[in-house]
């Protein structure tokens, strides 16, 4: 944790767990507990569980040209967003290439927050926000703590009035167990949940309180970790991992396209003059890989960085494995060459643990039609 310069008010918590508190955007982060992950990912999928999420940084935008600040950093048109809803965004350089997504939340007329990871989203804000009226707010006071799974909603509803009318990607402020909150209807694992943005002064009393009454429910603490066999599952890609970043072209600089990562939907219909926007619109056709989900003949994960072949050729490389001890399937989010990315097409994998078989499969693998995290009442 040489590099860590955050600190989560949880950290005794996680070291309880049997956590090391390794280092993930500058914070010790619970990346495993002394148990069976596979034990939380049941957990998320059929009940609940909760996972301290405060890594994530939030930065808060105030002022009048706080709306024209993200609507040049970000991809989507934020005249569409009124306080109270909040939308997944990304951002572009001027090569129009992915440098980070984030979520950016309306918490008034004039006032948003963005919520991202290790990418460069905080940067990107105070660079345009210089020379402006907008007062730029880094936040690491505020905890986000992300309740997911099909009964954090029965869990909250006992304590949170009107939770059940709230709707995919809106937020709302409220108090839970006394203390100020903002619940928001979003989070990273495909289930139906909320991340509750808290003091960090009331974060322990939060985090106590829900593991403690939880646990009749079923509802347990899940380290970070658990996320990536989670977001295999429901298409939810992690900067860096699934980029160029990390499985870099041999003669080319770092960067991908969002035609590549299969976020071009995250550009709002019409929407130009972001940063990056005429370089996005000409690197449409002219992928050089696809994301693309596939399915392995294996009874467990593969490995990140596994290979993956063809006939006998390279075609591409494994970004993040998962198994489901639910589906019993061994499953993985890949950067295949184009003409690869098809469902259906047999591959081969070639790794360290795993040599097997495996076919092309379009993504998510869980809930495509997204019913789970949409559902009403």
Known sequence: MALSWRFSVLADRHRAL??????????????????????????????????????????????????????????RDMTKIYPGRSVYATMLNERGHFTDDCIVYRTGPNAWMLVHGSGSGHEEVVKQAAGRNCAVLFDDDLHDLSLQGPLAVDYLAKYVPGIRDLKYFHHMQTTLFGAPVMISRTGYTGERGYEIFVRGQDAVMVWDRIVEEGKEMGIIPCCFSVLDMLRVESYLLFYPYDN??????????????????????????????????????????????????????????????????????????????????????????????VDKAVHGTKLEVRGKTVKANATAHTLPFDDPEKKKRTAVG
């Open 18 to 75: 049997g956590s090391k508190l390794e280092d993930w955007s500058g914070m010790g982060t619970a990346w495993t507990y002394d148990k069976d992950m596979s034990e939380e990912h049941v957990a998320v999928r059929t009940k609940a569980g909760i996972m301290d999420v405060s890594g994530l940084k939030k930065v808060h935008l105030v002022g009048p040209h706080a709306i024209a600040v993200l609507d040049a950093i970000t991809t």
């Open 244 to 337: 160029s970043q990390m499985y870099p072209f041999a003669d080319q600089p770092p960067g991908d396209s969002l035609w590549e990562l299969g976020l071009d939907f995250t550009v709002s219909p019409g929407k130009t003059g972001f940063r990056g926007a005429e370089e996005h619109a000409r690197l449409k056709g002219k992928e050089r890989f696809k994301i693309f989900g596939m399915l392995i003949d294996a009874d467990g994960p593969a490995d990140l960085g596994d290979e993956v072949f063809a006939d006998g050729k390279k075609v591409g490389v494994i970004t993040c494995p998962s198994y489901s001890a639910l589906t019993k399937k061994s499953m993985a989010i890949a950067r295949l060459d």
